[in-house]
């Protein structure tokens, strides 16, 4: 194995894309942890690193502000990558090892009320092409939970109008079968049928939500459009890339869904990721308790 950090690391990457098949985001996250590691460490290899190093990289990052989630998750990706080197023979010991992560407790992830989806649903101008496909894909992204990195990259073959369901390929390469609901297929059929052919002219695709440079939706230019339409729908929570997929969860677990099939939906391969709703579900169920019960 060579030594220079560059190469460690890019072999780090590929070794958990061909093992894991962890999505570009990810690995380029890790990437990024290690790389102002190795730039920290100056003239020091990666594979000289010591416990030491480990401790005052974090504490100075501590000093400069960074919180106690985003410690964990950069001793996360270092105790990852040099338990990687342990096990190709390049270091006899990982330098991780005894350093204790700090304490975080479980964040709840922001999500809408379904008055407040209803109003981003209905955001959208759907007189026009682009508004009819952006209604389009908030409500698939509302109905299926998808992440918005699946829902751009969806292709023509991968939806099933008669079965109303969509295959996807999610993280680590699995399939699964989401249903869409009626009101999602109605909304996808009619920019399939109409809007999608117009935006794209004479020109030809797979992709099935594109721009009109006839090329697929981005994550980046999606999450703008969520973002605008948020505003004009008077929405003032805090949004992230996630938030229908957390508010599809939390209203499915509001009306009295099961934990594991929301789990199966979500595409989580472990039960305890999905049972942070459980959670948030709890919270709307104590509110509307407090609110609504004569001894509230």
Not at 69 to 75: E, G, H, V, W
């Amino acid at each position: 194995m060579e030594t220079d950090s560059e190469t460690l690391i890019e072999q780090f990457q590929d070794t958990l894309w061909m093992e894991q098949g962890l999505s570009d985001n990810t690995l380029k996250a890790y990437g990024s942890d290690l790389k102002q590691f190795a730039s920290w460490l100056k003239h020091k290899s990666l594979l000289d690193t010591q416990a030491a190093d480990v401790s005052t990289y974090l504490a100075v990052k501590f000093q400069q502000g960074s919180s106690a989630r985003s410690s964990a998750r950069l001793l996360s990706s270092l105790r990852r990558f040099f338990t990687f080197l342990v096990r190709h023979g390049a270091m006899a010991e990982d330098p991780c090892a005894r350093i204790e992560a700090p304490h975080v407790g479980k964040r709840l992830p922001a999500t809408l009320s379904e008055q407040d989806v209803e109003q981003l649903l209905a955001a959208p101008d759907c007189s026009n092409l682009l508004g009819l496909r952006d209604r389009a894909m908030l409500e698939l992204l509302y109905a299926t939970g998808l992440r918005v990195s699946e829902l751009v990259s969806l292709r023509i073959e991968q939806i099933n109008f008669r079965q109303g369901a969509i295959r996807v390929v999610g993280k680590g390469d699995k399939d699964r079968l989401i249903p869409m609901g009626e009101e999602a297929v109605t909304w996808l059929e009619s920019y399939k049928n109409n809007a999608r052919k117009e935006i794209l002219g004479q020109r030809q695709t797979d992709d099935l939500f594109v721009t009109r440079r006839a090329g697929a939706m981005t994550r980046q230019a999606f999450w703008h459009i969520i973002k605008r339409y948020a505003k004009k729908a008077g929405i003032n929570k805090p949004l992230s890339p996630h938030t229908l997929r957390h508010a599809f969860a939390t209203h499915l677990l509001n009306h009295g869904a099961d934990l594991r099939v929301v789990q199966l939906l979500l595409g989580h391969s472990d039960l305890s990721t999905t049972q942070i709703y459980t959670h948030i579900a709890r919270e709307r169920l104590k509110d509307l308790h407090a609110r609504c019960h004569p001894r509230g």
